[in-house]
C-alpha cells in the first residue's frame, strides 16, 4: 500500500508547488503601494551580462507610493534607469545622482479592473495545476488497480486525491481574493 501513499505525497507535492508558483506570481502583480516585487523582472546590462536589478543594487519602499533604487556603484546609474524605462512597468524613474526614486503613479480604476482580471488568470493557472496534479494522480491510482491492489484501498485513494484537490482549489479562491481585495482598495 506504500506505492499508493506514495501515488498521495506526490500529488499534494504538486498542488503545494502550484501555490507556491501563484503565490508568487500574486506578489507581482501591483496593488497601489509600492513593492520591491514589482521590478522582480527588470534586468539591467551589468558589464555586457543581463543582470536581475535586485544584484545589484538597494531597491527600498521609503513610503507607499515610492520605490528607491540604491545601485551599489554609481556607474549604474544611467543603465538601471534605461532597464527600468525599457521594462514598459508604466513607472518613470528619477536619477538624482545618488540613487534613482519612482513615484508609483495610484492606480486608475480601468488599471484596477486589469489587475484583477490578471489576478485571475493566474489563479485559474493555478486552478488547472492542481487539476493535472489529481488527473496524475488518478492515472496512476488506476495503473496500480491494474498490477492488483485492491479496488477498495484505489477508490480510498481516488476520495482522498479529490479532497486534496479541493482543500487546494479553496486556498487558491482564498488567495485571488485577498489579491483582488488589495487591487480594490483605494
Known sequence: ??????????????????????????????????????????????????????????????DPRTLSIQPWEKSMLEPIQKAITNANLGLNPQNNGELIMINVPPLTEERRKQLVKQAKNVGEDAKVSVRSARKEGNDEIKKLQKEGIPEDVCKDAENKIQKLTDSYIEKIDAIVTTKEKEILTV
Open 1 to 62: 500500500m506504500e506505492e499508493v501513499q506514495f501515488v498521495l505525497d506526490e500529488s499534494k507535492e504538486q498542488m503545494e508547488k502550484a501555490i507556491s508558483r501563484l503565490n508568487a506570481e500574486v506578489l507581482k502583480i501591483r496593488a497601489g503601494k509600492a513593492n520591491p516585487m514589482m521590478l522582480e523582472g527588470v534586468r539591467v546590462d551589468y558589464y555586457g551580462s543581463s543582470t536581475p536589478l535586485s544584484q545589484i543594487s538597494n531597491i527600498n519602499t521609503p
